[in-house]
């Protein structure tokens, strides 16, 4: 019989220029929304698109801390727009670091109950697609008024830090603030500056104006940025350091004073067992017309690090506040490895042939067991396949109502603050801090629904996040069948990357998915590389009972098919290198 079907919406042609079409379509396919529904585009529109001084002063009145004459400012992508936080960092008569790391307070605007609200929830977080964003948010909040632009009044939530020289958090605390960030700098400039490189990126990191308070002295701003009364005069020259008026202050010395910082929290969480895997991301390089003309491992430097380990000390601080408090949050939990999957791995390292002397309790394994086992193999050969397996034999983090702890950083309670505009978790923290935590008013009502429905939104806004990754590496594997469509015929080399009893799967040097059939002896069909038998004890194929091939084995392969459309790449095997 007749089959009536309904056209939900039209995405663009296959073969359309651009990426638009390609990426919406793989959106689509893994339920991501494309557009934002009336409602929320009206009630985006009626959105504060700037912060007036009168509207700065009633909340000062209710207690809003004002940082505007502090010098902090961002540090991100050149071209990020979406831009969560920022940083300040200043030396206490002490010693010690006072670091404030200021999110943006998306719960300002963004009220449960609101369609702004619902349509994030639903969204659960941003994603990011190749060169295309999907955001959580509409852009006139995610780029605007909740983006920490520079040289603009923005609302935050401000987590204050006093941090000793162990790496150790002695005091902290949660506030709302204001601030007008300084400077809108990029990863690759802060890294130049770090290493002490004079670049065209660098030119416009000379000084930050810092505005001198009550009690200030050229003395009290010397010692807080780590500089001499000298030094601090030679960049001030003609000013008399009262207060109410602006210096200048070095951007070079902030940033090494933050580098130090970094590395101090490093070794921090290092002592106490965090795990650091080797990250397997690429980043995918487009030229004008959108097409792809390289695939490189997407970098970590000191730059990147610095944010990284001061966000992640501001997540702890937080979540560690919070369940204090018995405040209900989405906690970032990260159970420990599954005792099958650590025993299986060991039997795997014995199969191989490494052999571990440490000790690995399968049932009551530690962060400290596996941060000892990944030392001991980084001098391994065969270390980046060691680390994918290990990393493989991790439990997947999880968002949860209740503190179980995070396994991979070794930490006792941990959550996810930091990006509200990107993340629903994080957006959910904030309504907590603002609605609870620092709230003089409580509503009971709310009070009272909140932990039944965080209970559901956290499962929720788990599965939407493993969904994200999902479509984002779907988009990966349509631009990298792209990229090698050019190359059918080229020979790669490459790693046995996983094993099936008729085909297995490579990564090449140059960081491209695809999968290898083999013919087994079993098959009739005639073989283009002899005979297999497959072994899955030996996660490999046997010849004529001799082991031939397995998994971690480098290769030689060609190129025989690039399909972005299926999103596959199809390589034959030429030799065993």
């Not at 409602?39 to 509207?55: G, H, R, T, W, Y």
């Amino acid at each position: 019989g007749n089959v009536l079907t309904r056209i939900d919406s039209v995405i663009g042609h296959k073969n359309a220029p651009g990426k638009d079409t390609e990426i919406a379509m793989i959106a689509a396919e893994f339920g991501l929304r494309l557009e934002f529904p009336q409602e929320v585009q009206d009630e985006a529109k009626n959105v504060i698109k700037s912060l007036d001084e009168e509207a700065i002063q009633k909340e000062i009145k209710l207690g809003r801390k004002d940082f505007r004459k502090d010098i902090s400012f961002t540090i991100d992508g050149k071209d990020t727009k979406d831009i969560d936080d920022a940083i300040s960092l200043k030396i206490l008569p002490n010693g010690n670091y006072e670091l404030s790391v200021h999110i943006a307070d998306v719960s300002n605007y963004v009220k449960p109950g609101s369609a702004i609200w619902n349509e994030a929830e639903l969204r659960g977080n941003s994603n990011y697609l190749g060169n295309k964003v999907l955001p959580m948010l509409p852009i006139e909040l995610s780029n605007g008024i909740c983006s920490l632009n520079p040289n603009e009044d923005r609302f935050t939530e401000t987590c204050i830090m006093e941090i000793n020289h162990s790496g150790e958090v002695v005091n902290k605390q949660i506030v709302k603030g204001i601030i007008k960030s300084k400077k809108k700098m990029n990863y690759d400039a802060v890294q130049d500056i770090i290493e002490g490189k004079e670049t065209e990126d660098t030119k416009d990191y000379t000084t930050l104006k810092y505005t001198i308070g009550s009690e200030e002295t050229l003395e009290s701003i010397a010692f807080q940025n780590n500089m001499t009364p000298y030094e601090l005069k030679s960049y001030n020259k003609d000013s008399n350091f009262k207060e109410g008026e602006e210096i200048n202050i070095p951007c070079d010395k902030i940033l090494k004073n933050m580098h130090i910082l970094s590395k101090i929290l490093k070794d921090n969480k290092h002592r106490r067992g965090e795990l650091e895997f080797i990250s397997d991301e690429v980043k995918i390089i487009m030229d004008e017309d959108e097409k792809v003309i390289d695939i490189i491992a997407r970098e970590q430097r000191e730059a990147e690090k610095i944010i990284e380990d001061f966000m992640i000390v501001a997540n702890e601080s937080v979540a560690t506040i919070l369940n204090e408090e018995e405040i209900d949050i989405p906690y970032r939990n990260h159970d420990v490895p599954a005792p099958k999957k650590m025993d299986d791995y060991m039997k795997f390292l014995s199969l191989i042939g490494v052999s571990y002397n440490g000790i690995i309790d399968v049932e009551n394994v530690t962060s400290k067991d596996c941060q000892k086992l990944l030392e001991y193999l980084k001098d391994k050969e065969n270390f980046k396949m060691l680390n994918k397996k290990l990393l493989r034999s991790m439990q997947k983090a999880v968002y949860f109502p209740s503190n179980k702890g995070h396994f991979g950083i070794a930490s006792k309670c941990y959550t996810h603050f930091t990006s509200p505009i990107r993340r629903m978790s994080d957006l959910l923290v904030h309504t907590a801090i603002s609605n609870f935590l620092l709230s003089e008013e409580l509503d009971n009502k709310f009070l009272n629904s909140w932990h039944s429905y965080l209970t559901t939104v956290c499962e929720y806004i788990s599965e939407r996040e493993r969904n994200s990754e999902k479509c984002e590496y779907a988009v990966d594997d349509c631009l990298k069948a792209e990229y090698m469509m050019d190359k059918i015929g080229e020979e790669f080399e490459a790693t046995v990357d996983s094993t099936m009893p008729s085909s297995f799967f490579v990564q090449t040097d140059n960081f491209i998915d695809g999968r290898v059939d083999v013919v087994l002896e079993n098959e009739k069909s005639i073989p283009v590389s002899g005979y297999y038998d497959y072994n899955e004890n030996l996660m490999g194929y046997t010849r004529n009972n001799k082991l031939a091939l397995r998994y971690g084995d480098r290769v030689c392969v060609k190129c025989i098919n690039a399909d972005k459309i299926k999103r596959e790449i199809d390589f034959a095997l030429v030799r065993k290198l």
